[in-house]
T-cell receptor, first 110, second 112 residues
Framework: TAGITQAPTSQILAAGRSMTLRCTQD?????MYWYRQDLGLGLRLIHY???????GKGEVPDGYSVSRANTDDFPLTLASAVPSQTSVYFC?????????FGSGTRLTVV | QQQVKQSPQSLIVQKGGISIINCAYE??????FPWYQQFPGKGPALLIA?????SEKKEGRFTISFNKSAKQFSLHIMDSQPGDSATYFC???????????FGSGTQLTVLP
């Protein structure tokens, strides 16, 4: 089934540790995105990539970095996790017809 | 800065009733207005979308009403069913393939 694959599904991470959330798509979409979802705040854009080799900052980029080495993969890295980064993270890709989201990674920073 | 304001935060409706969720936006460059449906443990999925060249779009029991002058749009769910219980997000962007700005979400519960 075509779509977005995110890994891991959930993770508990000690504050100060680093972690990479993985995202892979098989739809050959040029644009990809990382959102975080927090209760009452909706989905907020962290970083985006309009095409392989380019990335940009969204609404809440601090503490996160991304790379886009190829069309299919768009990993999100937390260099030194803090408790405020506890959230559900969604990767998405888009074409003219709209966005496709992954199933999310639930991250708890303790 | 919240560019898309969504209300209510939560909504409880009886089976067969009409569910109405409202959104307002500020950025006049927005020209694509989708609604997403999210079930627990899943990612959001596109439900229905509208562009400002029409004032209404209907797909089955779901209707988007759009008021360009007021910069408002709403989702109406007719004959609401318990299976419609989910979180609904409105969103907006300057084009369908551009970065979406989401509302804060509405948790809908349809009572049997």
């Amino acid at each position: 089934t075509a779509g977005i694959t995110q890994a891991p599904t959930s993770q508990i991470l000690a504050a100060g540790r680093s972690m990479t959330l993985r995202c892979t798509q098989d739809m050959r979409h040029n644009a990809m995105y990382w959102y975080r979802q927090d209760l009452g705040l909706g989905l907020r854009l962290i970083h985006y990539s309009n095409t392989a080799g380019t990335t940009g900052k969204g609404e809440v980029p601090d503490g996160y970095s991304v790379s886009r080495a190829n069309t299919d993969d768009f990993p999100l890295t937390l260099a030194s996790a803090v408790p405020s980064q506890t959230s559900v993270y969604f990767c998405a890709s888009s074409d003219y017809y709209g966005y496709t989201f992954g199933s999310g990674t639930r991250l708890t920073v303790v | 800065q919240q560019q898309v304001k969504q209300s209510p935060q939560s909504l409880i409706v009886q089976k067969g009733g009409i569910s109405i969720i409202n959104c307002a936006y500020e950025n006049t460059a927005f020209d694509y207005f989708p609604w997403y449906q999210q079930f627990p443990g899943k990612g959001p999925a596109l439900l229905i979308a509208i562009r400002p060249d029409v004032s209404e779009k209907k797909e089955g029991r779901f209707t988007i009403s759009f008021n360009k002058s007021a910069k408002q749009f709403s989702l109406h769910i007719m004959d609401s069913q318990p299976g419609d219980s989910a979180t609904y997000f409105c969103a907006a962007s300057p084009g369908s393939a551009r970065q979406l700005t989401f509302g804060s979400g509405t948790q809908l519960t349809v009572l049997p």
